[in-house]
């Protein structure tokens, strides 16, 4: 069984204990590959339909991964409270969604609460009795009005502008938050690997070359911001000399602008690329993923540097750390 909600009121591998949750971002705080793609896919829907992509926010993706846990620890859907519902097991007001009158607030408060992120949060979420996956995610919210209407700011969210967004998946569950704040850009783990998905002046999400995720044949987007990735450049940035997570000797800097499933679409987009006068367009292989990259850096500067100087063609180019 499949079930929706999106809130219309309004990552992470690692264990998140619900009772331990503070309002802030825990130190080791990673995103998830798949939470990535399907971060990614939501931006290629928006951009197939001309809009800005949306900036990856840390927060959000942080409160997407409490919320699936206390979910699955709480069992709030099947007490009948919905899949935007909160129990009273951790640092937060509790809720039951379908029945409560202060259910809209409840939602929006959520980012505040366990974060301090200034905006107003709204979610999307989807449950499966098996496995979420973010195909299978995308594909039903693609197809759904109530939430096609708040992902491309149609109908009733006409008046919003989408600053951040957060996303988690875990176990049967994908949850999406939307934000109408920008959030402080930072850099952020991506679960399992040493690699960093890295934040600058431009929306730090991967690109695909195609207008919208398909089939796991096409070019599908992968990591961020992230972040994916859209809007203006968010205050409270870091310098690039002085980051977040310091580089150590032998780091390389991949600068990244798309990440396709099927190796044959990706070495026809690095063909196509190359055809085009990008010279240093390469794969670089990840886990069940062929990234496309721009050049490969022994710096974050230089790195920085070379984004930055692509970034009008490439709106989404990303810089990845290995």
């Not at 197809?143 to 996303?167: P, R």
């Not at 930055?308 to 063609?313: F, G, I, P, R, T």
């Amino acid at each position: 069984m499949l079930l929706l909600l999106a809130f219309t009121s309004g990552f992470a591998q690692q264990q998140v204990s619900v009772k331990s949750a503070k309002p802030i971002v825990p130190a080791g705080f990673c995103v998830s590959s798949d939470a990535l793609i399907l971060y990614n896919m939501i931006n290629d829907f928006r951009r197939s339909n001309k809009l800005p992509v949306i900036p990856l926010s840390k927060s959000l993706c942080y409160v997407a991964i409490v919320h699936i846990t206390d979910l699955q620890v709480s069992g709030m859907v099947e007490n009948g409270c919905g899949l935007h519902s909160w129990s009273d097991k951790g640092v937060w007001k509790a809720c039951c969604y379908s029945k409560d009158a202060g259910r809209v607030s409840c939602m929006n408060n959520k980012p505040k609460e366990l974060t301090g992120y200034l905006g107003a949060g709204y979610e999307i979420a989807f449950w499966d009795e098996e496995r979420a996956t973010p195909l299978g995610a995308m594909e039903l919210w693609r197809t759904t009005d109530v939430v096609q209407n708040m992902l491309l700011n149609h109908d009733k969210w006409q008046s919003k502008q989408w600053k951040a967004m957060g996303v988690a998946i875990k176990g049967g569950f994908a949850i999406v938050w939307l934000g109408d704040k920008a959030d402080t850009p930072q850099d952020m783990a991506i679960c399992d690997t040493d690699s960093l998905v890295i934040k600058g002046k431009t929306p730090a999400t991967a690109v695909s070359s195609s207008n919208a995720a398909g089939p796991a044949n096409k070019p599908v987007t992968e990591k961020v911001s992230t972040v994916d990735k859209k809007k203006a450049a968010p205050a409270g940035e870091k310098a690039a000399n002085t980051p977040a997570n310091p580089d150590k000797p032998g780091d390389k800097f991949y600068l990244v602008i798309a990440s396709m499933r099927d190796e044959n679409a990706a070495k026809d987009e690095v063909q196509r690329l190359q055809n085009k006068g990008f010279t240093e367009a390469a794969i670089q292989k990840g886990e069940n993923l062929f990234r496309i990259t721009l050049g490969v850096y022994s710096s974050r500067d230089d790195a920085a540097r070379r984004r930055d100087e692509l970034a009008n063609e490439f709106k989404g180019i990303w810089i990845l750390r290995q």
